[in-house]
């Protein structure tokens, strides 16, 4: 089992920059596919990226592709995305997520454990 601590959300300006972390206990976070979902208010939760065990391979929803960028220290037990570019229209919860399956998903009920999430805000 592991347990995750999102943080690094904030407020932030149209066109700045952010970088979430996610904090896993357990010794075997590296077993883990991780990915990042969000949430706006009213809005059902989303799929924003995923990266594999090694970090080698990753992957993005369309609406954040060359603005986001998902990386993972093993040794730190911590899964980061940084977010550059920022519009209002990524403003919401972001959550990161593990899964024991070694494909990445974009279906939120394949991941097991859940962060409790963390709010981005983007003004305009």
């Known amino acids: 089992q592991v347990q995750l601590v999102d943080t690094g959300g904030g407020l932030v300006q149209a066109g700045g920059s952010l970088r979430l972390s996610c904090a896993a206990s357990g010794r075997t976070f590296s077993s883990y596919t991780m990915g990042w979902f969000r949430q706006a208010s009213g809005k059902e939760r989303e799929f924003v990226a995923a990266v594999n065990w090694s970090g080698q391979s990753t992957y993005y929803a369309d609406s954040v592709k060359g603005r986001f960028t998902i990386s993972r220290a093993n040794a730190k037990n911590t899964v980061y995305l940084q977010m550059n570019s920022l519009k209002p229209e990524d403003t919401a919860v972001y959550y990161c997520?593990?899964?024991?399956?070694?494909?990445?998903?974009?279906?939120?009920?394949?991941?097991?454990?859940w962060g409790q999430g963390t709010q981005v805000t983007v003004s305009s």
């Open positions: 997520a593990a899964t024991t399956s070694l494909r990445y998903s974009v279906v939120e009920d394949e991941y097991e454990y």
